[in-house]
């Protein structure tokens, strides 16, 4: 089923690539927070929208949710020709994405669509919300998570899970790949498939701890958290 | 440049609107004695304007504001846009407080030349008159004593502070107020009196040759005539021409970004 629509989104990624120049009432939305139930976190976090008509310019700038792919403005444009561009930032104010498109805007309740490119690399988390296995064999406690990671830009990044997180004395993290690299510590990532990932988190059985933490996966071009 | 050649254009319209305020009163007639003013003689009707003195040609407008003054010679002829004739004899000295008309001293005679639009007033400084569709006399002396003598129709007078009721005078009564006490009962205007005014009426009608309709189409509202229309189409058509080609009008949409992961 997962795999069905993981298909179905890249056939509609491949139907919408390069779909910049979408005239109006022909707004085309794919919101992959839907596709895969919202169930991951990304380095996005702003866009800044500049519209030039008429020889002004105004800019609007909105927020990503956590987990969202897509925002809307609501706009008042100059009626003619009017060149919409986006840049969309990272945590870390890395420019991620960039696309423009211009329209003959003519009449109210126009639609215009922009599915800017990446210009760098993306990093993408998921699921947002780890969920956790315990093993317990008397003496140490095991939890154990599977994630994923992603490249979803068109350059490679660095990442790394960081070890700093609120827990007891004795606790410790863990986070390793499908090559069994240690992403404790930094790695690159090419854009492409996804990399499976074990996250966990081990301690002495006499311990009592809960891992409802946030984790934070640090990349070259943003942060991520994940929800606890 | 297209800011500055559309201010230019509103200022225009606004102009133009200004321009379309309706005058109380059209100036019809102006006498010296008997016979119409002979062109570059000195005029005995003055009209303060403003407070600029003016001795204004026939077919000036009268508006709310302005005084209206004849000489020991002069005789105007108005038509007021309410739908009267008012001969203003000499002597006379009148202010126009639209809708009414405070009569400071002089006669006027009154009569209604189509279907009134409006009531007027004629006010003194004791008296008030309240006039709708009649032929009337209205004479203030120089020591206020007011005398109204009507010819047809109703003619309603009051105090401008109480003191007294309200008379009604009907044709051919004649009421006389002596600085604002009570007037005594309406007496019997007699036959002489309605002809010889009927009389006058006649001549100043003659001398002025005031014709009973034709002013009326001076009332015509300026923004339908020529002299406004032209500039207007000319000034809104240049307008639309500015705003067709500075691409002005906003229209509201949706600006949806979608990221593709």
New interface residues.
Partial sequence: MRQLLALGAAAAMACNAGSSETGPGSRVVLDFAAVLGGDFVSVLNTASLSITSGGETITRSGQFGSGDSELSFDVVVKTGEATFAVDVMSTNNTLLYHGSTTQTIEQDGFAVSITPQAVTGVTVIAPHRPAYSVFDNGQIRTYTAPMRVRNAGSASLTWRLDSVVTKPAGVTIFCGDDFENNCLLNHPLAPGPELGITVGFSMPSSVIFTPLVTLRFISSVGNVTTRP | MAGSVTRRLLIAGLWLAGACTTPYAKLDGVLAGVRPVPPGQASPVTVVHEGERRTPPVNTSVVKGDTLQTGASGVAVLTLRAGYEVIVEAGSDIHIENPSIFVRVGKLILKSVRRVTEAIRLNTRFVSAGVEGTQFVFEVSSDDVVRISVLQGIVFVSPQTSGWPRVTLTAGQFLVIRDGIPPAAPQRLGQDVTRTTLDRMATVEQATGYRFGQPWSRFKPLWQKPVFLVPAAIVGAATVVIVAK????????????????
């Fill in positions: 500075s691409g002005k009008g906003s229209k509201a949409g949706t600006v949806g970004i979608t990221v593709p992961f």
